[in-house]
Each structure stands twice: as structure tokens, then as C-alpha cells.
T-cell receptor, first 112, second 117 residues
């Protein structure tokens, strides 16, 4: 079954509003990665978090990895139309490095 | 340019007619994988390969085969395609971390949209 869950499934925001997507795993993850897929495109790697409680920023994007390494979040401040796309989290279970599980994704639409 | 190249981009075929989707990467990545993407189901792993001649099943391997005879190539084979294999397929590759404990970020191919009628 699905190892990594993401919420919400869809999010519609007005340009300038903030956006957050949450990722939850049923098991402890060794790391968490985030990807962005533009409409009609392929997933593109954004960032990887490895340490418990880690926070990383990329311009308007803030990524967090939970203390228990079972959850993560991506927050976008002041969305722009260029942020439109689907955001996926993904990671390895801590005891199984061979398989890599993707969340179901959050589709973000930004109205100008 | 570092990339993963998939071919073809689009394919319409008939039930039962064997097909191969090719995937090649030029980054000397050890790990390669195939995913299918379906609406509402996200990305599901079909097969993966840790290195040459080392392949293993992902979450949805039924109806698919793979091979890894060279490091750069990882073709996906559908011996007898069926309509439920209509999907968007992605090949992806990654370096393995030095300790062998996981992947660095994937580089994805542009995708193959397969329709089986």
C-alpha cells in the first residue's frame, strides 16, 4: 500500500498567498526529497533533507523534516504563477534503501 | 548535457504486441528505475536496478520486464501489453550515496505516454 501520504491533494491560491503541502510516512524515513512537476513535464528534483528536524530554504521555498523523520513539509511564501505544478515528496524507509517511495503529490494552481 | 533520454515520447499500440521503451543516461549513475504515473495514484515504481545485472521489482512489476546489461541503458519491456498498462512512464536515474544508503536526487527522463488499445 501507499507508504507516503501527502495532503492536500489540490490547492488553489491567489497569487501572493502562501502555500503548504504536508508529507507523512507510516514508517521512519532515512531521508526526504522534494520534486516539482510542471503541467505536461517531468518531475524535477528540488532538495533533499537528511537530518532530524532539518530546515532548508530555497528563495521563497522552505522545507522541513520532522524530528521523528516521519513527516515533512514544503512551504511557499507569496506564490507566483511560476509555482504552478504538482509537488511530490519521496523517500527511503530507514531499513530498506533499495526502494524509493513517492507521495501522491499536491497539485498547486495559482490564480493571477 | 547531463540527461536521461527516453524513447519514444508517445506510443499507441494494440493489445498483445510486444514493445520496448528505451532509457539511456549519460551521468554514470548506478541506480536506475522505471515509474508509471496515473491520475490520483502518483508515481509508482515498476522496477529498479542498483547496478549492471542487478534488477529488482518495485511495487507494480506485473506485466513488465527490464534488463541492465550496460550501466547507461535500462529498457522497459512489455511482452504482451494490455489496456491497463496505458499510462505515462518515466525512467529515472540517480547516484547512490557513498555508503550505499540511499539515493541522491533523481534525474527523470521526459516521459513516454503509452496507449494500449
Amino acid at each position: 500500500g501507499q507508504q507516503v501520504m501527502q495532503i492536500p491533494q489540490y490547492q488553489h491560491v491567489q497569487e501572493g498567498e502562501d502555500f503548504t503541502t504536508y508529507c507523512n510516512s507510516s514508517t521512519t524515513l532515512s531521508n526526504i526529497q522534494w520534486y516539482k512537476q510542471r503541467p505536461g513535464g517531468h518531475p524535477v528534483f528540488l532538495i533533499q533533507l537528511v537530518k532530524s528536524g532539518e530546515v532548508k530554504k530555497q528563495k521563497r521555498l522552505t522545507f522541513q523534516f520532522g524530528e521523528a523523520k516521519k513527516n515533512s513539509s514544503l512551504h511557499i511564501t507569496a506564490t507566483q504563477t511560476t509555482d504552478v505544478g504538482t509537488y511530490f515528496c519521496a523517500g527511503h524507509q530507514i531499513y530498506n534503501f533499495n526502494k524509493f517511495y513517492f507521495g501522491s503529490g499536491t497539485k498547486l494552481n495559482v490564480k493571477p | 548535457e547531463a540527461q536521461v533520454t527516453q524513447n519514444p515520447r508517445y506510443l499507441i499500440t494494440v493489445t498483445g504486441k510486444k514493445l520496448t521503451v528505451t532509457c539511456s543516461q549519460n551521468m554514470n549513475h548506478e541506480y536506475m528505475s522505471w515509474y508509471r504515473q496515473d491520475p490520483g495514484l502518483g508515481l509508482r515504481q515498476i522496477y529498479y536496478s542498483m547496478n549492471v545485472e542487478v534488477t529488482d521489482k518495485g511495487d507494480v512489476p506485473e506485466g513488465y520486464k527490464v534488463s541492465r546489461k550496460e550501466k547507461r541503458n535500462f529498457p522497459l519491456i512489455l511482452e504482451s501489453p494490455s489496456p491497463n498498462q496505458t499510462s505515462l512512464y518515466f525512467c529515472a536515474s540517480s547516484l547512490l550515496s557513498p555508503e550505499g544508503r540511499g539515493l541522491y536526487g533523481y534525474t527523470f527522463g521526459s516521459g513516454t505516454r503509452l496507449t494500449v488499445v
